[in-house]
Structures are given as structure tokens and as C-alpha cells.
């Protein structure tokens, strides 16, 4: 676990930019071959765009530095278990493993409404670990959502 906690951590840092933007707080980093190649955080405020989701941003990224749009050999880590947009993006990208943080009871389709990744009618499978730094991860949502409310009702 200690490498999954150690890409999670810049995942978290990723996340925490998010936050200090005003955006809900999800960060994502593409590991290949032991290297950071690509790190992202939410966006959708600050572009006003529904897909600017951490995962597919880094995904966009890593495609980009390699090169390639298959990413056979990486692995993603995220704060939130991926939603289907970002599940379906896995897919494509052919992104070898999944690492998450938090669950997403709303929207996460690796694992908890469904699991898109591992679902072996589509013609990649990612392998998926989930919870690694779990509490840390949702603790950053739980914190954020709150300190919104406050303000609101300010
Ligand atoms: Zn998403």
C-alpha cells in the first residue's frame, strides 16, 4: 500500500488546488513506469465546462506527453472513485490500474452504483483498487461542502 498511499498523497496535493480555486476538491496523477506524466484537478467552475472532471483532464494530459491515446502501462490515482464519464474515459485510454480514494455513493461507477472498469462486456478491464486514503480524501470533500454552506449562510 505504501506506493499506492505515496501517488495518492500528490493526488491529495492536486485536489487541495482544487480547493484554493473554489472548485471541489478532486486531483488526479497518471503514473507510468514509476514517473508522474501527468497531474490534474477539477476544473468545472473555472472553465463553466460539465467535463472538466480531474481524471479525464489528466487522461487528456498524459495522451498528449506520450504521445499516444493508449495508456496500457499507467496508472491513474484519484481522490473519488471515477464517475461514468471518467470510467468510460479509463476504458478508451486502456489505463492498466485504478487507484481511488473516497467513494462516490452519487456518481462512482467503479465499484459502487456499478463497476464500468472492470466489466468484462467492453474490451478492456482495468484493475481497481479502492480506499487508498479514503478518509483523507473524502474528509477534503466533507471539509469543502461545509465551509460552503457556511458561507452561504453568511
Ligand atoms: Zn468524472
Given at each position: 500500500?505504501?506506493?499506492?498511499?505515496?501517488?495518492?498523497?500528490?493526488?491529495?496535493?492536486?485536489?487541495?488546488?482544487?480547493?484554493?480555486?473554489?472548485?471541489?476538491?478532486?486531483?488526479?496523477?497518471?503514473?507510468?513506469?514509476?514517473?508522474?506524466?501527468?497531474?490534474?484537478?477539477?476544473?468545472?467552475?473555472?472553465?463553466?465546462?460539465?467535463?472538466?472532471?480531474?481524471?479525464?483532464?489528466?487522461?487528456?494530459?498524459?495522451?498528449?506527453?506520450?504521445?499516444?491515446?493508449?495508456?496500457?502501462?499507467?496508472?491513474?490515482?484519484?481522490?473519488?472513485?471515477?464517475?461514468?464519464?471518467?470510467?468510460?474515459?479509463?476504458?478508451l485510454?486502456?489505463?492498466?490500474?485504478?487507484?481511488?480514494?473516497?467513494?462516490?455513493?452519487?456518481?462512482?461507477?467503479?465499484?459502487?452504483?456499478?463497476?464500468?472498469?472492470?466489466?468484462?462486456?467492453?474490451?478492456?478491464?482495468?484493475?481497481?483498487?479502492?480506499?487508498?486514503?479514503?478518509?483523507?480524501?473524502?474528509?477534503?470533500?466533507?471539509?469543502f461542502?461545509?465551509?460552503?454552506?457556511?458561507?452561504?449562510?453568511r
Open positions: 500500500m505504501e506506493r499506492e498511499e505515496k501517488y495518492m498523497r500528490l493526488a491529495i496535493a492536486e485536489a487541495k488546488k482544487a480547493e484554493e480555486m473554489q472548485e471541489v476538491p478532486i486531483g488526479a496523477v497518471i503514473v507510468l513506469n514509476d514517473e508522474v506524466i501527468a497531474a490534474a484537478h477539477n476544473r468545472r467552475e473555472t472553465d463553466q465546462n460539465a467535463v472538466a472532471h480531474a481524471e479525464l483532464l489528466a487522461i487528456e494530459r498524459a495522451c498528449e506527453k506520450l504521445g499516444t491515446w493508449r495508456l496500457e502501462e499507467a496508472e491513474l490515482y484519484v481522490t473519488l472513485e471515477p464517475c461514468p464519464m471518467c470510467s468510460g474515459a479509463i476504458i485510454s486502456r489505463v492498466k490500474k485504478v487507484v481511488y480514494g473516497a467513494v462516490d455513493p452519487k456518481a462512482g461507477c467503479a465499484g459502487t452504483l456499478m463497476n464500468l472498469v472492470t466489466d468484462e462486456r467492453f474490451n478492456h478491464q482495468s484493475e481497481v483498487i479502492s480506499g487508498v486514503l479514503g478518509e483523507e480524501c473524502g474528509r477534503l470533500l466533507s471539509d461542502f461545509r465551509s460552503i454552506r457556511k458561507k452561504k449562510k
